[in-house]
């Protein structure tokens, strides 16, 4: 019943280039969402076509996390980009609407960081059988 | 020309959740918006350090008020995709049912609220009267007015028997002869024409490459509306999205007076065909793998990214909701417009601050 | 036509029964079904300590030993997920809605 989702990895140096030709297909931006594993950053990049999911990731170590903004392409993604500065402290280099961390009012600043209890990398899923 | 910064929220009367917005204002024309959120934020994407699988079905339905229903529901259909989990048909179509009520409670809850921001009381306590005859059967049929509580992984905890189906179908022939009057009031009135005709117009390129989702998209042209991915009981069902191609306040406001109208024609369809039969599967097991679920909210599509690896709890649970897709589609709209405008394009976009933040 | 859409509604309801209820002039009128407070029966139950461990918020703790029954009620937020897992029926769901406290407190039944 579920189409394929199975993400796409690809490395930080290639990200605008893949959001590119997304975006010529006509693709929209659906989310970016960030999750803090044990010794690094996982971003997924999701985009729609039609109904039809396309999944990018990318893997930041924790110690050194930076990746570029794609708001050159998506304007719309800015917000997603400053949600992820504010919780994360994920810095996205290019950032061309920057609230620098005033979007999210919070008193803990980062606050989803890094935490103890994280599992490492998970392996990959399953194929999931009766689709 | 000197420029004011004027405060706008997070208490206002015209807003139903706390945002913020500093407009930046040339006389009476706003030149920027800049917004800041964080008011209502519960960190609840990390509570599932703490909760497990089958607890967080109670928190998913708490991430808003407004929309609660299908938070549950599409928290139960994630799950259910990641573990291969068969819910029973009668199931899909007692969610299917509650859904479109939920629809129908929030849209009149939005019509409300639109009515209030511009000035017309009478109106907003009309539509919120003819709000609590949905919420009467609601409250019959799940136990809760604004919280369900009804879903669970595997299924739904109550059954609608034969006896209560007859109810709610008289009850929804009494609704909709009310709801005639008040979408009457909505899309003829002269006054409410004059403050939405032509106000915030989003063309449809702009409304696509902005990202945005539900009625704002289709008030602009775009025929997107996640139910038509099939899930629950819709691939049973006959519905086509209710678009319009004006892209301004006023389309997006006959938008939803024609979403209601189809959800109670979705209501009938689905108690007219509803199965027999259980209503819940077993749940055994624990959850591994990762899945990215879409479903369609009163306010546009919900994504739910969930990721797993085998224990109680569940790694990663991330929810894009509507309202964060259509922010940058709202920040936009205020851009040049006047300041007397700015209640009517704040809730143009039927903001839902809590599911923003979580 | 455009300036008169009102006009019909506000005519038919001028001369309607109003749909509000005065309460607490009036009686509440009750929905069945309605999830409400939790009602504990001493007599029935056997403190197994199951509804304590599904409990999703933890309003509720049953000691075995001394056989004390304490809910938090500002806790409780009526799912009813004890009430379908007793074994020994001695929980329900009332009708009746919580009422605005000062202080948190707890309730405690001893069956000894």
Redesign the interface.
């Given at each position: 019943m579920m189409p394929d989702q199975t993400p796409e990895v690809i490395d930080t140096s290639n990200l605008l280039e893949r959001v590119r030709a997304l975006r010529a297909r006509g693709c929209r931006l659906v989310q970016i969402c960030a999750t803090a594993l044990l010794d690094q950053f996982e971003l997924t990049y999701s985009f729609d076509l039609n109904g039809l999911l396309s999944n990018l990731r990318a893997r930041i170590p924790a110690g050194d996390p930076r990746v570029p903004s794609i708001h050159a392409i998506y304007p719309c993604a800015f917000l997603y980009e400053n949600e992820m500065h504010d919780l994360f402290n994920i810095q996205v280099e290019g950032m061309i609407v920057d609230f620098h961390g005033n979007l999210y009012n919070t008193s803990v600043k980062f606050a989803f960081g890094q935490t103890k209890a994280q599992a490492p990398a998970p392996q990959p899923a399953p194929a999931p059988g009766g689709n | 020309m000197a420029r004011t910064i004027i405060p706008f929220g997070p208490q206002h009367p015209v807003l139903p959740e706390p945002v913020h917005l500093d407009l930046v204002v040339e006389d009476e024309k706003v030149v920027e918006a800049?917004?800041?959120?964080?008011?209502v934020?519960r960190?609840l994407?990390?509570l599932v350090?703490k909760?497990d699988y089958v607890?967080f079905v109670?928190v998913a339905e708490r991430i808003c008020g407004i929309c609660s229903f299908i938070h549950g529901q599409s928290y139960c259909q994630a799950i259910e995709?990641m573990m291969?989990i068969p819910v029973p048909p009668r199931a899909r179509y007692l969610r299917t049912v509650w859904g479109e009520l939920s629809r129908i409670h929030s849209h009149l809850l939005w019509l409300g609220l639109m009515a209030d921001a511009m000035g017309f009381e009478?109106?907003f306590m009309?539509s919120w009267?003819a709000r609590?005859r949905v919420l009467?059967i609601v409250?019959?049929?799940t136990?809760?007015r604004v919280?369900f509580?009804s879903c669970k992984i595997g299924g739904v905890?109550r059954d609608i028997e034969a006896d209560a189906i007859k109810n709610i179908l008289s009850e929804l022939e009494i609704i909709e002869r009310d709801l005639d009057?008040?979408t009457?009031?909505f899309l003829?009135?002269?006054s409410v024409?004059q403050r939405l005709g032509g106000v915030g117009v989003l063309s449809r390129q702009e409304a696509?490459?902005?990202?945005c989702v539900g009625p704002v998209l289709r008030a602009s042209g775009v025929a997107q509306d996640m139910r038509?991915?099939?899930y629950a009981a819709y691939q049973e069902l006959d519905m086509e999205p209710v678009t319009r191609l004006e892209g301004d306040s006023y389309a997006r406001c006959a938008v939803r007076c024609g979403e209601l109208f189809q959800s109670i024609s979705l209501i009938r369809q689905a108690l007219g065909k509803i199965p027999p039969g259980e209503i819940a599967v077993k749940v055994n097991g624990n959850p591994?793998?990762?899945?990215?679920t879409?479903t369609e909210q009163p306010r546009g599509?919900v994504?739910y990214?969930l990721?797993a690896?085998g224990?109680r709890n569940l790694?990663?649970f991330?929810v894009?909701t509507p309202t964060?897709?259509n922010?940058?589609a709202m920040l936009k709209l205020l851009q040049g417009c006047q300041l007397a405008d700015v209640p009517v394009l704040v809730l143009t976009i039927d903001p839902c601050i809590s599911c923003t933040?979580r | 036509m455009p300036y008169f859409q009102m006009s019909r509604l506000a005519l038919k309801w001028a001369f309607t029964k109003p749909p509000t209820t005065a309460y607490p002039f009036e009686p509440r009128r009750a929905i069945a079904g309605s999830r409400g407070q939790l009602v504990f029966t001493k007599d029935n139950c056997v403190y197994c300590t199951v509804c304590a461990k599904k409990c999703p918020t933890g309003a509720l703790k049953v000691d075995r030993a001394q056989k004390m029954f304490i809910i938090e009620r500002l806790r409780c937020i009526s799912c009813a997920c004890c009430v379908e897992i007793c074994p020994k029926n001695s929980l329900s769901l009332s009708t009746d809605h919580g009422f605005p406290v000062t202080t948190k407190t707890s309730e405690s039944y001893c069956g000894s």
């Open positions: - | 800049r917004p800041s959120i964080g008011f934020h960190g994407e990390k350090e909760k607890e109670y995709a291969n009478s109106l009309h009267r609590e009467n409250e019959a049929t136990g809760g919280i509580g905890r009057g008040i009457r009031v003829h009135d002269n024409k696509y490459d902005l990202g038509k991915l099939g591994n793998g990762e899945i990215i879409r599509e994504v990214c990721k690896t224990g790694q990663r991330r894009r964060f897709a922010l940058p933040e | -």
